[in-house]
């Protein structure tokens, strides 16, 4: 881990948090950012996408949980647009 990455967590690993924000974002920008948790309701899913991207990150179901151990700078919200808190 390079010290001056930003530490990101993604919640929801559906289409958009695998294709769009999991291997895009690291694939583009693997060298500034460091996807250091997943969250999803289905844990399942969630460690196919962790091994999918090619990442050691631990999966959460519960986000409370994932933010108090893991802290990141960036979280990216990647669930269905209806589940996003207004």
């Known amino acids: 881990m390079t010290a001056n990455r930003l530490r990101a967590a993604l ?3 559906g289409h958009r948090g695998l294709n769009m924000w999991g291997r895009g ?20 899913r969630a460690a196919r996408v962790r091994d999918t991207i090619g990442i050691a990150s631990p ?28």
């Open 59 to 86: 999966v959460f179901t519960d986000f409370d949980a994932m933010m108090r151990a893991h802290r990141p700078n960036l979280v990216i919200v990647c669930t269905r647009d209806a589940d996003h808190d207004h």
């Open 11 to 13: 919640v929801g690993t």
């Open 25 to 44: 974002l690291l694939a583009g920008y693997g060298d500034f950012v460091e996807m250091v948790a997943l969250c999803d309701s289905n844990p399942m």
